[in-house]
């Protein structure tokens, strides 16, 4: 491996990349049309977060977006929260993915662990999209309706997206593996008309049975009018106790002549999705995002920012309860074609994804710092067994990519990519640091602020900093912004998770350098969220299921996730009397958040404690806890006159001393 240290320069820009890529015609174009003229991308950059209204209205010409009728204004104001974008406007989502297909092209490659690689065109993929909305319809599914997926990373899901969009309904999704009183926490909160299930999914060589959970859902979702289960494991199409259910397949085959896919003309912020980030408190945040935001976002990242063409080939690990699957499709918008893999990346082996990335021609290879990770642990070399010479760019995001994992990187796959570390956010549907094809790249940096999002470091007094580590802000407004929360009348939630520490400013949670080049380096999260794998998991939906058990009275679970060290995530317990905490009890405890929750956000190890620390407000300190995990001094992160039992504090100070 090639010894690197945090600034080393492992890759810049040929003239031939500079001149090839879109940011450069983009430029070009500014010149041509606008009369502007830019030197480089830092000038560009603080051009489009200062004339932001002029910049979100060159994204929208450049891209040529389809709308029915054109805005009014791009900016009624500057202010966050409440800044609306690009009022009188009226488009659809999906139809600006319609209008940009390439028909000689796939549009998704698709593989699954026991399948092998297939392609599914537009042609095909409009046909199903125009089949699903017509079902939509004739359930009654009108825009502003609420259709929900417990769908797994398949072009099912793709296609059910865009049938829902095209009506003017409201998308959400969560992956299958998540448990029933996860996903009903998230669902009961938006009243969905229509559920799309399937009736399991496999992973890892296993297959797992989902028709019970699925029933589970239907108990639990009185507004439901229907289900359309895909069959993914069961031949025979075994319903279970599933009621009012239709199979996605007879559907498709009992459609003699297919509907016209046809687009309601919607303003720019209707919305579009519902997606989910949790906090300490309550249940998940539905963070509502809207047709136009989205789409003009997701332009902008896909082309400019991606660098996608019409032949490459788009390719990122997630899932679909994870918003990258939201961004993946968003690829489709550059005329690329998008990858998906459905199934675990360690299945067979840690060369699954790699083997498919040659077979597809991957040209982006999108995945993440913990994926980097496992495939040093297991000391796979992918170049030496694949020909990966076709990939141009691997995306990493999150969590924060360690020095080392940008070396195995350049050592392991090829030498001339670009590797584009990248952190944004569930919130905003985003990454609002990333790459850039006209800088060049730095081991453990991002390489610098995304066009239109004013991104700084600041201190506690609100003052930006550099070369320091500082909280992440956004202090300008982006069009992906959430419109609001469901269910949250006055914007009290809504303002409370981002604007609380710095009125008018957007805090996203994570701590950042910013240096005087501009490049980035994210810490880890400066708030008490749980980030495991990208997904991140409210602290209150883990106790809700272990605090369920009659042997725990208390918990606290802390992520200790921080940049040059592995994520580690112990979780505390306070114990019934007369209780022991013993291997039993402890499985007891995994499987009840394994089934709850999901796989994901099982803890590393579990630890019986005296008692949980408490402010006088009846807080429980995770943020402290987890400062004082991490090794900062607990005079500077925990005041004792603020808390409710100070000697709890003690057992977490002895415990940073051995971790």
């Excluded at 974008?85 to 028909?103: D, P, T, V």
């Excluded at 992520?559 to 009397?577: N, Q, T």
Aim: glycine share 8%; net charge negative; hydrophobic share 40%.
């Amino acid at each position: 491996m090639t010894p690197i240290t945090e600034g080393s320069l492992l890759w810049a820009p040929t003239p031939a990349v500079k001149a090839n890529a879109n940011l450069t015609q983009y430029m070009n174009w500014l010149a041509q049309t606008r009369g502007l003229q830019f030197s480089d991308y830092p000038t560009l950059w603080r051009w489009s977060v200062t004339r932001i209204e002029d910049f979100w209205q060159s994204v929208w010409d450049y891209f040529d977006v389809r709308a029915s009728q054109p805005p009014t204004a791009v900016l009624d104001e500057r202010i966050m929260p409440g800044a609306r974008w690009f009022s009188g406007a009226k488009l659809n989502y999906a139809e600006n993915f319609f209008a940009r297909q390439w028909a000689d092209r796939p549009a998704i490659y698709y593989q699954a662990e026991d399948a092998p690689l297939q392609t599914l065109s537009w042609a095909e993929i409009e046909r199903q999209t125009a089949v699903l909305a017509q079902t939509l319809r004739d359930l009654g599914v009108q825009p502003g309706d609420r259709v929900v997926a417990y769908m797994p990373h398949i072009p099912e899901t793709v296609i059910a997206l865009f049938a829902v969009a095209s009506l003017g309904a409201v998308w959400s999704s969560c992956s299958p593996d998540f448990g029933s009183r996860s996903v009903l926490d998230r669902f009961q909160q938006i009243e969905p008309k229509a559920l799309l299930a399937v009736d399991g999914y496999r992973y890892g060589g296993k297959a797992f049975d989902r028709r019970e959970t699925v029933a589970e859902l239907q108990d639990g979702l009185p507004t439901l009018a229907q289900t359309i289960l895909f069959p993914l494991l069961a031949a025979e199409r075994d319903r279970g106790r599933m009621t009012n259910t239709v199979v996605w397949d007879d559907l498709l085959t009992g459609t003699a002549v297919t509907p016209p896919l046809t687009f309601a003309q919607l303003p720019f912020d209707h919305p579009l999705w519902v997606l989910y980030s949790s906090g300490t408190t309550g249940k998940p945040k539905p963070i509502v995002q809207g047709h136009g935001g989205i789409l003009l976002e997701h332009l902008k990242m896909a082309a400019l920012h991606l660098d996608l063409k019409p032949d490459d080939r788009f390719f990122w690990y997630t899932s679909t309860g994870w918003m990258m699957w939201n961004f993946l499709v968003g690829g489709l918008l550059a005329g690329a074609s998008i990858v998906i893999y459905n199934g675990s990346p360690g299945y067979p082996d840690m060369n699954a994804l790699w083997r498919l990335a040659a077979q597809s021609g991957v040209t982006y290879f999108g995945t993440s710092a913990a994926f980097v990770s496992a495939c040093m642990k297991a000391g796979i070399c992918p170049h030496q067994d694949f020909d990966l010479r076709a990939i141009r760019a691997v995306g990493a995001t999150g969590s924060p990519l360690t020095v080392d994992g940008f070396a195995w990187i350049y050592d392991n796959v090829n030498r001339e990519l670009a590797l584009e570390s990248v952190s944004g956010g569930t919130d905003l549907c985003t990454a609002f640091v990333g790459g850039c094809r006209l800088l060049p790249i730095y081991a453990g940096e991002i390489q610098g602020a995304c066009l239109g999002a004013k991104v700084e470091a600041f201190d506690l007094d609100g003052r930006a900093v550099i070369d320091e580590v500082g909280e992440l802000v956004i202090t300008a407004p982006m069009p992906s912004m959430p419109l609001y929360f469901w269910n949250d009348a006055d914007h009290a939630r809504y303002r409370d998770s981002y604007f609380d520490m710095y009125p008018g400013v957007w805090r996203h949670g994570d701590w950042v350098k910013v240096n005087e080049r501009g490049g980035c380096v994210i810490y880890g999260r400066s708030d008490s969220t749980i980030n495991r794998q990208g997904i991140r998991m409210g602290t209150s939906e883990i106790y809700q299921a272990v605090e369920a058990l009659d042997d725990v009275l208390d918990s606290l679970i802390v992520d200790l996730e921080l940049l040059g060290r592995e994520s580690y995530m112990p979780l505390f317990v306070v114990l019934r009397a007369g209780v022991t905490l013993d291997d039993d009890l402890k499985q007891r405890i995994r499987q009840k958040i394994r089934a709850d929750i999901s796989p994901r956000h099982v803890p590393d190890d579990i630890f019986a404690i005296d008692q949980i620390p408490y402010t006088l407000s009846g807080k429980k300190m995770e943020v402290p806890v987890r400062r004082i995990l991490l090794g900062q001094d607990v005079g500077k992160v925990a005041n004792p006159g603020a808390m409710r039992n100070p000697g709890a504090i003690d057992y977490f100070v002895e415990m940073a001393g051995w971790l």
